[in-house]
């Protein structure tokens, strides 16, 4: 009878255990969170060299570096509304249609819209790529002329130029692209 009450006891207080340690989801009581965006972080990056810095260049690559941001987070809305994957799925499935040759005239052409759309939607990754990466070089670049103390380097003011030209080049790409509306001045 006391080994028949100990393995009560034992499941009891295993079941009691279990119980206990389980993962319960907690209820959310405010928006997701969101992380924040790299590019985001990299324009406060520049602003605190350029507050620094107290140029007119300096100034003039964060006005280019703010309009490429605000490029960045346009491309990123329009890649959102592109919806890759959804035109990807229907561009297979018309692939298999056209195969099966039940489709035609009509099924050849729709296969051509999405299609374009999809070159769209990688044009688009690659320009917002190609910013990104700008952004970066413009905010090392930044640092990199606040950091140097050096009257024998090279010239700032010239350094600062060249960041800047370089980032409007590739906000050419973007402003191009369809569907990307132009965010700031060129």
């Known amino acids: 009878m006391a080994l028949l009450v100990v393995v009560v006891l034992l499941a009891v207080a295993a079941g009691s255990l279990l119980v206990l340690t389980r993962r319960r989801p907690v209820a959310r009581t405010g928006p997701p969170v969101r992380e924040r965006r790299l590019d985001v972080e990299w324009v406060d990056r520049a ?110 003011a010239a350094e600062l130029v060249e960041l800047r030209a370089a980032l409007a080049q590739v906000r050419v790409l973007a402003r191009e692209l369809p569907g990307v509306p132009a965010q700031g001045p060129p």
């Open 47 to 156: 602003v605190v060299a350029v507050e620094q810095l107290h140029t007119e260049d300096a100034v003039g690559v964060l006005v280019e570096m703010r309009a490429a941001a605000a490029d960045i987070d346009a491309i990123n809305r329009t890649l959102a509304a592109l919806h890759a994957a959804r035109l990807r799925r229907t561009r297979d499935q018309l692939a298999a249609r056209l195969a099966d040759e039940s489709g035609g005239p009509p099924m050849t052409e729709a296969y051509r819209a999405v299609s374009d759309r999809l070159a769209t939607a990688e044009r688009l990754r690659a320009t917002r790529d190609a910013l990104t990466t700008r952004l970066h070089a413009c905010v090392t670049g930044l640092e990199r002329v606040r950091d140097s103390g050096h009257p024998d380097g090279p010239n700032p």
